[in-house]
């Protein structure tokens, strides 16, 4: 069967991003030429404009992709469990295997933020507000079934979501069977922030009721 015109336009664009992310884990985004990533994509220079005006438009779009990609699998993840220790463990390892399985993902939202343009630059920012700001309204709900409420969930989110990011990086040079050690640390690392982050004085306690 014959593909459309606009199935062939949407793989050819597929083509380019996946060039783009290959490309991007060997020298860096910002290192990065048309005629490079269309060389490797397998199709000619002039088709590149048909798709996109720049790189620059080419690595917005992949980190769309990215962070799209990344939050929705950590969105089913917590739904998966009920709050408490094992969200945290299921989403910390929900966290790894995507590292893991897309480390040209990975590696071009991680190493990017200090290079390329100030355009990229605040697309990789404006990234990671968007994780810290789903993690800080699942902590908020999480305050509903815990007694320990936390004095700022939005500070205890972006430091999470820091250590997460920086311990994570070393899962792209670690093989997957042997990433039980590096799940322990990050977990304890969050429950350390967890535990630093509640309100001094100001635990709920549950009221037991008088037998009669």
Known sequence: MATTKKEQKTQTRHQLLQAGLRLSAEKGFSGLSIRE?????GITPAAFY???????????????????????????ARKR????????????EAFLSFVHDNSNLFRLLLGERQG???????????????????LADDLERLQNN?????????????????????????????????????IERIVYHIQTILRGSVKKGQVRRKVKRKKN
């Open 37 to 41: 990533v269309t060389s490797s994509a």
């Open 81 to 92: 469990v009920e709050p408490g220790p094992d969200a945290i463990i299921v989403s910390v």
């Open 116 to 134: 390329a343009t100030s355009a990229f630059r605040k697309a990789i920012h404006n990234e990671m507000d968007r994780f810290v700001a789903e």
């Open 146 to 182: 815990i007694e320990r409420p936390l004095m700022n969930p939005a500070l205890a989110a972006e430091s999470i979501v820091a250590v997460s990011f920086t311990l994570g990086a070393e899962a792209l040079d670690l093989p997957k069977h042997k990433q039980s050690g590096l």
């Open 50 to 76: 048909k798709h996109f005006h720049d790189m620059e438009e080419l690595g917005l779009a992949m980190l769309d992709e990215v962070g799209l990609s990344l939050r929705r699998m950590l969105r089913d």
